[in-house]
């Protein structure tokens, strides 16, 4: 019960519909009950007493209770559906509202279909159990208690002959719940994981065809579907094997209410009416019994689903304003990392003593391997991650004291894996900004070499992209995920690998761009490229989250480190490598020994990274 009362702020503001359901619905059970009353009256009164004057009247009646019992089982469905969908709303719209809060811990971890089914199965259930479910439990029960109470003060000793059999009724369609749920919910896991695989194959349909898979994934769908068809045909077994119990136990009780109820209507103990008001309420008895399982599985299930619920709306959330958070008005745009240590959780350290001085408007490069911690840098500079060990600062504060939402509202990234919503091109780029005018979408598609290739689409700004952007290119999505960032005007710009997917001629022209806009902006760029960094005021050499050398470009191709050795490889045929070349070889022949750290790191080519070339 305790999740019903952590939900309580949910459908409490409800009360009225939640009160008015069930009082509809047990009006409407009460209702139910005067059948019986009735035809024992009719054959006791009016048939056997010949008072057929009395029928157009009853027949009145019975209109009027049919009519009423019809009216509030309306209102019930009424009341029921409005408070079931309202909660529903209320607890999506907090769901939601959390899910943007929580942070990039969370998601670290968090599976997308758990948390999708969280958002549509789990607040389905509850929707049904509060709007309905909840009131079909009283309802048994009151249907139960009065149903017996009446058949009780007809004949005990009819009622309880009667009785006999509902124990076992009970029994059964309680251990049938028992077999037939976790059946059902194997049937359900079994079409998730077919419709996974459905989903993987028609998402990943390139990577199949390219490695002429199409046989391996029809075995592996033909293997699922199998296993599919196996657990529907086991659960309808479960049905084939209780329900015939169920049904003969039931009518079992009717023979025997007809029996012993025919025998003492004939020794006159009860009256023909009685019985034929006892046959009627049998029902209103049977019929719980029969649902018994299902209500008690619907209630734990629900338990559960709000359980689940909770559980993300409880959500610890580790980057939040503190109390004294305060709202940044002027910003310049001067970044520190001053010894930072940091390490995500149970792992060890991805960034050791790291600090960084980036004035305003300076140009940061960060280069290393993969796994290095470049990303781990623009993580704790965007603050998805607290920093434990260290600060890092923005005009000299620590960014922990800043309300994030002012805070990053200053940082524009462009991430190494492009992401635009299934909107039009248009919103995709004004996304950042509230107040955008089309002549600001186009100076920033034009600074991002995306303009062109826009216009020649015959939607123009128009244009429909996916989810994932299908229909562009790689680099025709980088560009627009730039333009994005540009639209911002930001303070702080993060390219982090941004410029893979483009060509080293659009890269350049990309970059002059970036002069342009952001002259007194603090830049981030991580990349792979030499050529995307030269012109950084710091290059920054990261290996296994250590600093291992650091400087301007041409001071870092005179030392004999991870830096030159990626440049001779990515220049290789370059006259200037010659020279590099020729100076490493002085160097080694004079017997300088070369960064024995340096040494361990791997030299970053163009393609250090070529599964996520594929991807995009
Ligand atoms: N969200 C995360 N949770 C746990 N560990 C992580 C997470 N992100 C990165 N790491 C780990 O931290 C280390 C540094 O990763 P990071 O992504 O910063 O490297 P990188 O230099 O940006 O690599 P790449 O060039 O491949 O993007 C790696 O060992 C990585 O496995």
Redesign the pocket.
């Known amino acids: 019960m305790d999740v019903f009362r952590q939900l309580k702020p949910y459908f409490w503001p409800e009360k009225k519909l939640f009160f008015g359901a069930i009082a509809c619905l047990a009006i409407a059970t009460a209702l139910g009950l005067v059948y019986p009353n009735l035809l024992r009256y009719l054959i006791d009164e009016v048939i056997t007493k010949k008072q057929f004057d009395l029928v157009p009247r009853l027949a009145l009646f019975v209109v009027v209770v049919v009519s009423m019992k019809g009216m509030f089982q309306f209102l019930h469905g009424l009341c029921g559906g409005r408070l079931g969908n309202r909660v529903a709303y209320h607890l999506r719209n907090a769901l939601y509202n959390k899910l943007q809060y929580l942070s990039?811990q969370y998601y670290?971890q968090a599976r997308t279909g758990d948390l999708m089914s969280r958002l549509t199965a789990d607040l389905e259930a509850i929707r049904q159990f509060i709007g309905f479910g909840f009131a079909q439990i009283l309802n048994v029960l009151l249907m139960l208690v009065f149903g017996m109470a009446m058949m009780f003060s007809i004949s005990w000793k009819l009622a309880l002959l009667t009785m006999i059999t509902m124990p076992f009724l009970a029994f059964t369609a309680v251990r049938f719940e028992g077999k037939i749920h976790p059946a059902f919910r194997m049937v359900r896991q079994s079409l998730s994981t077919m419709t996974t695989a459905v989903q993987e194959n028609i998402t990943g349909v390139r990577t199949v065809k390219s490695f002429a898979r199409e046989p391996h994934e029809i075995t592996k769908f033909a293997e699922r579907n199998e296993d599919y068809k196996s657990m529907n045909i086991g659960s309808s077994g479960i049905w084939a094997k209780y329900f015939p119990i169920m049904e003969i136990l039931a009518n079992l009780s009717v023979v025997i209410l007809l029996g012993a109820g025919g025998y003492m209507v004939i020794d006159g103990s009860i009256s023909l009416g009685d019985l034929v008001a006892c046959f009627s309420l049998i029902w209103y008895i049977i019929g719980p019994m029969w649902g018994l399982g299902f209500h008690i599985n619907n209630f734990t299930q629900t338990k559960a689903s709000g359980e689940k619920i909770l559980e993300v709306l409880h959500h610890y959330m580790h980057v939040k304003d503190s109390d004294t958070a305060a709202a940044l008005t002027k910003v310049d745009g001067h970044v520190r990392f001053d010894h930072v240590t940091f390490a995500?959780?149970e792992?060890q350290p991805?960034l050791y003593d790291f600090s960084l001085d980036a004035p305003p408007g300076s140009v940061i490069g960060l280069l290393?391997?993969?796994?290095?911690?470049?990303?781990?840098?623009i993580?704790l500079l965007m603050r998805a991650y607290n920093v434990k060990e260290g600060k890092v600062m923005l005009d000299g504060k620590d960014i922990r004291s800043l309300q994030i939402e002012s805070y990053r509202s200053q940082i524009s990234t462009v991430f190494?894996e492009t992401f635009l919503f299934s909107s039009t091109i248009r919103n995709n780029i004004a996304y950042g900004r509230k107040d955008v005018t089309m002549d600001d979408i186009i100076r920033a598609a034009k600074l991002a070499k995306a303009h062109d290739f826009i216009s020649e689409l015959p939607e123009g700004y128009d244009t429909l992209v996916g989810e994932r952007g299908l229909g562009l290119s790689g680099g025709q999505k980088q560009r627009i995920a730039i333009a994005r960032a540009l639209i911002k005007d930001p303070k702080i710009l993060v390219l982090d690998?941004a410029t893979s997917a483009v060509d080293m001629e659009t890269e350049h022209e990309i970059q002059a761009g970036f002069g342009e806009v952001m002259a007194g902006r603090t830049t981030f760029i991580?990349a792979?490229r030499i050529s995307s960094l030269k012109h950084a005021d710091e290059i920054i050499v990261?290996d296994k989250?250590r600093v291992i050398q650091r400087g301007k470009h041409q001071e870092l191709l005179q030392q004999d480190g991870l830096y030159r050795q990626t440049y001779d490889i990515q220049y290789a045929d370059g006259p200037q490598n010659q020279t590099a070349q020729n100076q490493a070889a002085v160097t080694r022949e004079e017997g300088t020994s070369a960064d024995s750290e340096v040494s361990e790191g791997n030299p970053i080519t163009h393609s250090?990274?070529p599964e996520r070339r594929l991807a995009n």
């Open positions: 990039f670290d995500y959780p792992k991805a290393g391997s993969t796994g290095s911690g470049k990303t781990t840098v993580s190494q690998d991580i792979h990261l989250g250090s990274k």
